[in-house]
């Protein structure tokens, strides 16, 4: 196939995400984009450039005091009659388009039109963030090439309508279990119910008030909910078992074990089983490339609620955030567009901030 990355689509943000947009990527078949990524890459001379799988890295080597990673993944979700892309006024639809081909052309147009950053520069082109993590091109590489990932701050190019999305809020599962003693229900008075015990810890998370963090500037809102319930044995017996799963997402300047601890505390009295965990992610905008970032965007930044990759770099010592041109409302979504001026908005910004003053 005829590399369709040429010179000339390089070097228009626009041309490139539909051109990236219109190599079918949909996860695990990220090969024959990451080829044509990685082949453009190898013939830029500023650039040292790696692969691994399918995720290819590029980095400048100018001896500069701050590194900054940019980063975007090749993959998309499954086609929804949105293959390939076309055109209605200034909007841009096809699948991909807000997440994220349109972030990733930023870092692929930088990568090959800036010879001299301000900052030296990683630039990540990776696998399979739509699916589960083993797969994901981040962290395989988090794995095995550890010192790839070494910077001072991070952009993940996801889509965020030109706005700074910053840190992540944690998560975490949990069953809490409470018990009785069977007995036919026909003679109860022998037995304790299960599922009767529920109800108090029903009325704890019913009455529940979650906190809200500010911090950074950036605006946290936590949530525990009660999100499945199981319990009872036949339709004659009072139950002995009922557990109640809980999902706690909790703003990031609680750790797991703070979480966790706090959890303990809503349900004294009850067992509670954690089951699965991930920490969030400070927003991490006092280092000075985050600083020069804000500017450069020069609207106030809001604070993530989902998981995202952002937590990866948090979770070794990188400050991150999310910035890209795609309304978030729109990714997955069979009618997912990106508007043009958006693109040469967000292009704009990455320019004033890293071009050499
Ligand atoms: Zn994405």
Redesign the pocket.
């Known amino acids: 196939m005829e590399n369709p990355l040429t010179p000339e689509v390089l070097a228009d943000p626009v041309q490139l995400t539909r051109v990236l947009v219109d190599i079918e990527s949909v996860s695990l078949n990220e090969k024959a984009i990451a080829d044509c990524v990685e082949e453009v890459l190898r013939g830029v001379p500023h650039l040292s450039t790696y692969r691994h799988g399918n995720t290819v890295m590029a980095r400048t080597d100018l001896g500069r005091s701050q590194r900054v990673v940019l980063a975007g ?1 090749l993959d998309t979700v499954p086609l929804n009659n949105n293959f390939p892309s076309t055109m209605r006024g200034d909007l841009m639809y096809g699948c991909g388009t807000s ?2 081909k349109s ?1 990733t052309a930023y870092a692929l147009h930088l990568a090959v039109t800036l010879p001299e950053p301000r900052y030296d520069v990683t630039y990540f082109f990776y696998e399979a ?2 699916i589960e993590s083993r797969y994901n091109g981040l962290n395989l590489v988090a794995q095995a090439f550890p010192e790839w990932l070494e910077a001072d701050f991070a952009v993940l190019l ?2 965020t309508y030109g706005i700074v999305e910053a840190g992540c809020q944690g998560t975490m599962r949990s069953v809490v279990t409470t018990t009785g003693v069977r007995a036919h229900s026909a003679r109860s008075w022998h037995g304790v119910n299960a599922i009767h015990a529920a109800g108090e810890v029903l009325r704890r998370l019913q009455t529940y008030e979650a906190r809200r963090v500010t911090i950074d500037g950036c605006d946290y809102r936590e949530g525990m909910n009660a999100v499945r319930i199981n319990g009872g044995v036949a339709g004659n017996v009072v139950p002995d078992l009922c557990e109640i799963e809980v999902n706690y997402r909790f703003a990031p300047d609680r750790t797991p074990a703070e979480a966790e601890a706090h959890l303990r505390e809503v349900f004294a009295g009850f067992e509670v089983r954690v089951t699965d965990t991930a920490a969030g992610a400070a927003p991490g905008l006092e280092a000075a490339p985050a600083k020069e970032f804000l500017a450069a965007v020069g609207a106030a930044p809001i604070g993530k609620l989902g998981w ?1 990759d952002v937590a990866r770099f948090a979770a070794m010592g990188i400050p991150a955030l999310n910035f890209g041109p795609g309304d978030p409302n729109l ?1 997955h979504h069979p009618d997912e567009h990106v508007e043009i001026s958006k693109i040469r908005d967000g292009a704009a910004t990455l320019h004033r901030w890293l071009a050499p003053a």
């Open positions: 993944h997440d994220m972030g963030e739509e996801e889509p995202t990714a």
